[in-house]
């Protein structure tokens, strides 16, 4: 009787000693973290500049459902938001806003356009995505997910959001 409360005894001792070799071992830091305190240390700007409109100020500037065509939300975050185009449950199309004053380089592309769609300048990215700058600071683009879904389709869906509307907003 004895024995075995010995074995008790030191089957405790060693799990807690166990325990607390492992509760006290530190770990080294994870790769995300290491990462994360190497790019803040550099004082890199912000992704999302504070002046970029929430998201959701976008909205009410997408086109409605048409022609068998819905129209659903997908993202939304300071300075975006976009919605998908389906088609029978497909998605043929990318609908999106950006305000370029997080990335002005991508308003930059704009500069050298010989094209307008709706009176605002226009370019071609690649041959999947057509854009156009609304008040030198929105980039409304369209992005075909579909062969089915050519240029002159994303000319047409640029057309029906409501850029007069969105050249108002500041």
Same mark, same amino acid.
Do not use: H
């Given at each position: 009787?004895?024995?075995?409360?010995?074995?008790?005894?030191?089957?405790?001792?060693?799990?807690?000693?166990?325990?607390?070799?492992?509760?006290?071992?530190?770990? =080294?830091?994870?790769?995300?973290?290491?990462?994360?305190?190497?790019?803040?240390?550099?004082?890199?700007?912000?992704?999302?500049?504070?002046?970029?409109?929430?998201?959701? !100020?976008?909205?009410?500037?997408?086109?409605?459902?048409?022609?068998?065509?819905?129209?659903? =939300?997908?993202?939304?975050?300071?300075?975006?938001?976009?919605?998908?185009?389906?088609?029978?449950?497909?998605?043929?199309?990318?609908?999106?806003?950006?305000?370029?004053?997080? !990335?002005? +380089?991508?308003?930059?592309?704009?500069?050298?356009?010989?094209?307008?769609?709706?009176?605002?300048? +226009?370019?071609?990215?690649?041959?999947?995505?057509? +854009?156009?700058?609304?008040?030198?600071?929105?980039?409304?683009?369209?992005?075909?997910?579909?062969?089915?879904?050519?240029?002159?389709?994303?000319?047409?869906?640029?057309?029906?959001?409501?850029?007069?509307?969105? +050249?108002?907003?500041?």
């Amino acid at each position: 009787m004895a024995a075995m409360r010995w074995r008790t005894v030191l089957a405790s001792l060693l799990l807690s000693m166990v325990l607390l070799t492992t509760a006290c071992s530190t770990q =080294p830091p994870s790769p995300y973290e290491s990462i994360q305190q190497e790019t803040t240390g550099r004082n890199a700007p912000e992704a999302v500049s504070e002046d970029a409109l929430a998201g959701s !100020n976008f909205n009410r500037f997408f086109p409605a459902s048409a022609n068998g065509l819905e129209v659903v =939300p997908a993202q939304e975050k300071q300075g975006f938001a976009e919605y998908k185009l389906n088609q029978g449950g497909t998605t043929v199309a990318m609908l999106s806003i950006n305000d370029t004053t997080s !990335n002005p +380089a991508s308003a930059q592309k704009f500069a050298d356009s010989t094209e307008q769609i709706a009176g605002y300048p +226009a370019v071609d990215i690649g041959s999947q995505q057509t +854009a156009i700058l609304v008040s030198d600071r929105f980039q409304v683009k369209v992005q075909s997910r579909d062969d089915s879904f050519a240029r002159s389709d994303r000319v047409a869906w640029l057309e029906q959001f409501d850029l007069s509307g969105l +050249a108002r907003l500041e």
